[in-house]
């Protein structure tokens, strides 16, 4: 299943995901977006939303974005 995802990173804690009414998905991290940091901290958070593997969770489009589409196999 496909998702939009928003993120806000190098906030001072991480947030987790909350979803929006729209349907998208923000997600906030501490970690820096440099050299997919941010990114490795999305998976892990949405990880947990979505209980599954961190290996289930793919980032689709937006790998510099803080706009993304992102793919989850349940």
Do not use: C, Q, W
């Amino acid at each position: 299943m496909k998702y939009a995802v928003f993120v806000k990173a190098g906030v001072k804690r991480d947030e987790g995901a909350v979803k929006m009414t729209d349907g998208t998905i923000v997600v906030t991290v501490r970690a820096r977006p440099i050299d997919g940091v941010a990114n490795a901290a999305v998976i892990s958070l949405l990880s947990n939303y979505f209980n599954v593997a961190k290996s289930n969770i793919k980032v689709v489009s937006g790998h510099k974005s803080r706009k993304k589409i992102i793919d989850v196999i349940e």
